[in-house]
């Protein structure tokens, strides 16, 4: 694993992560969607003034992963706004987890989210979701070795495409009982 620093994000950083955003979500899926669509959609999912106000929001929490001087990937996390009935104003999401292709793979994913789980453990265990593309089967996997597991669906549009997304859940008595 190279030399790599996990550091929360602060307002100074906001061009950073809309561009590592930008890149990293191109990376997984910019060839899956129409150009005009996924134009759309990533102007608006990394608009400055988003990532600014995830920033400054006391409820949030953002992290940037440097390894061997440059920032490889980054963390958004905050309360959780998935649409299933279940979720409740206590509830934390880890809402984005990327990295650059060339640093996927060396463990600086697990470090990072190790790092985001344990923000959203620090008032004591509470019940995370996570929103991950159906289609994506590693990050499945991951997410299941971690406790995770499948508690719905929901409909992701991408302008006129829509994807299936499986909602997950780690409930609080799963993170209370693994730190006892």
């Keep these: 694993m190279p030399e790599a620093v996990i550091r929360r994000a602060g307002p100074a950083d906001a061009d950073l992560l809309r561009d590592l955003g930008e890149e990293s979500f191109s990376h997984a899926f910019e060839p899956l969607y129409d150009p005009a669509d996924y134009a759309a959609y990533v102007a608006h999912a990394y608009a400055p003034e988003r ?16 390894a061997d001087g440059r920032a490889v990937g980054y963390a958004l996390a905050g309360p959780c706004g998935l649409p299933h009935a279940e979720v409740t104003p206590a509830c934390g999401e880890l809402k984005r987890i990327y990295f650059l292709r060339d640093s996927q793979g060396g463990g600086l994913g697990k470090a990072l989210f190790g790092e ?10 509470r019940t995370v979701w996570i929103g991950v593309w159906s289609e994506n089967d590693g990050a499945l996997r991951f997410y299941g070795r971690h406790g995770f597991e499948k508690a719905g669906e929901y409909d992701f549009a991408v302008g006129r495409q829509i994807d299936r997304e499986f909602i997950l859940r780690r409930d609080a008595e799963n993170f209370a009982a693994k730190a006892t």
Excluded: R
């Design 51 to 66: 990532i600014a106000a995830d920033l400054a929001n006391p409820a949030m929490a953002m992290w940037i992963v440097e």
């Design 116 to 125: 985001v789980m344990a923000w959203l453990q620090a008032d004591g265990p």
